[in-house]
């Protein structure tokens, strides 16, 4: 009996409609075009301007498009994790209300927290639980509202950071393909360095907090640059040696979208010389936390051969950070 793998056998995304441009950015905060440009390569982001809508409305819809595209009835589904740092509201698991609007009735759910590492993070855990033998169908979907924590006076975050949501679904496969190895890894090294000051048990909601913008993401840039091209480009590299894989055996890389030159310094560490293996988006959405992976895989699905080798990597607060082989499972 061959060994049962989890593969991903379908893809969803969605990104809301209005936009946010450099330029736009230039009249808010004392920034250019150029300076975010070069600096991050992005150039303009999305955002769910509507308050009564929050990252339930984005997973629920790139949920939704995974479903259509499969034709699958959600009833199927076994089981929903949800990757985000943006939860609508404390407490009651984001997930559980996506799986009721979605119609997974005979689904369980909950939320997984890992900063920008939510997704690789939870497509490990979906992949235990398929591997397992116990559940046939696991979405891990990731999304974040990160307008809903931004400061938009703050030109160190709000240039960063948009609004998204992918997901994926993982069954088992015997040929062989799907998911083959990961290396995880985190250091609270770096808690300071990329947190929300307050809202937590440490500092509960106050009217102080409120009054002092602690609700806010807040980073130093310096150290998140300095310990994301290290570490995700460490991780990388590792993953290829320990599974005899070559730069030219690489078909593409999967990295999270935080910056440009995070994502070159990964690439140039495998030496994937061939830029087209090298997926980006980050351009047109910036960073949208918990759903760039996803979105890579939704944007570039076409692209994706039955038997290539995806090699994703990921950095996020706490520090976490991680990368995974896997095998795609499917020609589109």
């Not at 990160?146 to 960063?160: F, K, N, W």
């Not at 909601?205 to 994301?228: E, W």
Request: net charge negative; aromatic share 8%.
């Amino acid at each position: 009996m061959s060994k049962i793998t989890a593969a991903i056998t379908a893809v969803g995304a969605y990104v809301p409609d209005d936009v946010l441009t450099n330029d736009m950015l230039e009249k808010m905060v004392d920034t250019t075009d150029e300076w975010i440009t070069t600096r991050t390569g992005i150039k303009e982001r999305r955002i769910l301007k509507d308050p009564a809508k929050g990252t339930s409305f984005l997973a629920v819809q790139a949920a939704k498009e995974l479903l259509r595209k499969r034709n699958l009835d959600p009833k199927d589904i076994d089981l929903i994790i949800l990757g985000t740092v943006t939860p609508d509201m404390p407490v009651a698991a984001t997930a559980v209300h996506v799986a009721s609007e979605i119609g997974a009735v005979n689904a369980f759910a909950y939320d997984l927290q890992a900063a920008c590492s939510s997704f690789l993070y939870g497509m490990s855990t979906g992949a235990a639980y398929i591997e397992s033998g116990r559940y046939k169908k696991v979405l891990v979907i990731g999304a974040d509202k990160m307008s809903s924590i931004i400061d938009y006076t703050d030109r160190t975050t709000c240039i960063i950071f948009g609004d998204g949501a992918g997901a994926v679904l993982m069954e088992p496969n015997d040929e062989g393909l799907g998911l083959q190895d990961e290396l995880l890894r985190c250091d609270s090294i770096g808690r300071n360095s990329l947190r929300i000051e307050a809202g937590g048990s440490l500092m509960p909601p106050s009217a102080d907090t409120v009054a002092n913008d602690l609700h806010y993401v807040r980073q130093d840039g310096k150290t998140v640059f300095k310990f994301a091209v290290s570490n995700m480009a460490d991780v990388s590299e590792q993953i290829m040696k320990r599974n005899d894989l070559s730069n030219k055996d690489v078909d593409w890389l999967v990295a999270h979208q935080a910056n440009k030159r995070i994502i070159d310094a990964t690439a140039n560490r495998m030496n994937l010389n061939d830029e087209k293996k090298v997926l980006m988006n980050i351009a047109r959405y910036g960073n949208t936390t918990s759903a760039t992976l996803p979105l890579l895989l939704s944007d570039y699905e076409k692209d994706f051969k039955k038997g290539d080798n995806l090699i994703f990597a990921s950095f996020g607060g706490g520090f976490t950070w991680g990368a995974a082989y896997l095998k795609w499972a499917y020609n589109s």
